[in-house]
């Protein structure tokens, strides 16, 4: 079973540009979440989806970050414009049904630079 | 006062010995207590998770919550060189099919375990 899948794995932007990141989740799981790790933070929640709808995106820092999940498959996460405080790493993750016991898998996440 | 407090280490121990890992939290809401292992240039992996208090042994590994003192251990019996890698522990007030599941990390912890 292939896992979690997110590309790109590292990305260098100037600021004032856009970036997109996209996840592929575990097959057949209808949880996507995105959470980001700025550097020597903790990692912090953005969103939640259940299949192409937005659960939560409480987590979200502003109206620059936009995430979609087309026919609730794979997610892009797009930044614009990019500004040098959005450096982190970007993790998504998946899972499926409501027990622990499912497993609740992340990417290797998306290294972004913005200079 | 930040939601999750964990010493980022790093910690440094020989081979055999015995590891053990805190996180203290301010949140009475949180009811699921997990610990994720993150490799380097990976994702977290999830090792283990409680739900309220007590103890929960899975080989090597057990975890503890006391919710009275809101802190929460991992120890690590006959710590091998493969557990070196970056330790999180993660919270939740609401388990996974709830309709706002979003996890709570600590900074995570450093291990190096010495052969």
């Known amino acids: 079973e292939a896992g979690v899948t997110q590309f790109p794995s590292h990305s260098v932007i100037e600021k004032g540009q856009t970036v997109t990141l996209r996840c592929d989740p575990i097959?057949?799981?209808?949880?996507l979440y995105w959470y980001r790790r700025v550097m020597g933070k903790e990692i912090k929640f953005l969103l939640h989806f259940v299949k192409e709808s937005k659960q939560d995106e409480s987590g979200m820092p502003n109206n620059r970050f936009l995430a979609e999940r087309t026919g609730g498959t794979y997610s892009t996460l797009k930044v614009q414009p990019a500004e040098l405080e959005d450096s982190g790493v970007y993790f998504c993750a998946s899972s499926q049904g409501s027990s622990f016991d499912y497993g609740y898998t992340f990417g290797s996440g998306t290294r972004l630079t913005v200079v | 006062q930040k939601e999750v407090e964990q010493d980022p280490g790093p910690l440094s121990v020989p081979e055999g010995a015995i590891v053990s890992l805190n996180c203290t939290y301010s949140n009475s809401a949180f009811q699921y207590f997990m610990w994720y292992r993150q490799y380097s240039r990976k994702g977290p992996e999830l090792l283990m998770y409680?739900?309220?208090?007590g103890n929960k042994e899975d080989g090597r590994f057990t975890a503890q919550v006391d919710k009275s003192s809101k802190y929460i251990s991992l120890f690590i019996r006959d710590s091998q060189p493969s557990d070196s890698a970056t330790y999180l522990c993660?919270?939740?007030?609401f388990g996974p099919g709830a309709g706002s599941y979003q996890l709570t990390f600590g900074k995570g912890t450093k291990l190096s375990v010495i052969p």
């Open positions: 993660a919270m939740s007030e």
């Open positions: 097959s057949g799981h209808d949880n």
């Open positions: 409680t739900y309220s208090s």
